[in-house]
T-cell receptor, first 114, second 114 residues
Framework: AQSVAQPEDQVNVAEGNPLTVKCTYS??????LFWYVQYPNRGLQFLLK??????LVKGSYGFEAEFNKSQTSFHLKKPSALVSDSALYFC????????????FGTGTKLQVIP | GAGVSQSPSNKVTEKGKDVELRCDPI?????LYWYRQSLGQGLEFLIY????????KSGLPSDRFSAERTGGSVSTLTIQRTQQEDSAVYLC????????????FGSGTRLTVV
């Protein structure tokens, strides 16, 4: 079985400060890892993914995430938060072997305070 | 189409009625997924289509739920004899089918059972 944990229901950060949204995962084999963002009354939008290679993955809107195999983590980061980054963020995982559905976390609400 | 289209965007139905939710994926995307998003529950996997076949129906919560896909394109999720606990946002996503790809989500159908 595979699972994702997002330990924080909400993260508050001041505009201009760095932000981190935490994610840990569990899979039997090696993972594919994803981050998605959901703005109010909108569907989920793909931000970035880790497949293989560099542990630091860069994505849309200045976001990046670091894959840490030993800690089974894939935290989302941004050096300087914008008010427009306020949204719901989902981490997701799937096993690289065969077909496995993507499993999503429960989401973390990011609030950037002006 | 340019994106994943879902209809209706909102549906209010009386308990016990049947509802049909429609998803029109991106042209050429062979894989199609249905998820359900409930408040505080993250995204719950329902069913996966590859072409017109559904190799993974493991997430359908009961036999009141069914889905089909025709012509490798449009999919319909049907909920029979709706219950209040079926109230949620139903999200459809499609992908090229490669295992490492990210999904493109539609904006969802908000179902309210009264």
């Amino acid at each position: 079985a595979q699972s994702v944990a997002q330990p924080e229901d909400q993260v508050n950060v001041a505009e201009g400060n760095p932000l981190t949204v935490k994610c840990t995962y569990s899979v039997s084999g090696n993972p594919y890892l994803f981050w998605y963002v959901q703005y109010p009354n909108r569907g989920l939008q793909f931000l970035l993914k880790y497949i293989t290679g560099d542990n630091l993955v860069k994505g849309s809107y200045g976001f990046e995430a670091e894959f840490n195999k030993s800690q089974t983590s894939f935290h989302l980061k941004k050096p300087s938060a914008l008010v427009s980054d306020s949204a719901l963020y989902f981490c997701a995982v799937r096993d690289v072997r065969g077909y496995q559905k993507v499993t999503f976390g429960t989401g973390t609400k990011l609030q950037v305070i002006p | 189409g340019a994106g994943v289209s879902q209809s209706p965007s909102n549906k209010v139905t009386e308990k016990g009625k049947d509802v049909e939710l429609r998803c029109d994926p991106i042209s050429g995307h062979t894989a199609l997924y249905w998820y359900r998003q409930s408040l505080g529950q993250g995204l719950e996997f329902l069913i996966y289509f590859q072409g017109n076949s559904a190799p993974d129906k493991s997430g359908l919560p009961s036999d009141r739920f069914s889905a089909e896909r025709t012509g490798g394109s449009v999919s319909t999720l049907t909920i029979q004899r709706t219950q209040q606990e079926d109230s949620a946002v139903y999200l459809c996503a499609s992908s090229l089918g490669d295992r490492a790809g990210g999904y493109t989500f539609g904006s969802g159908t908000r179902l309210t059972v009264v």
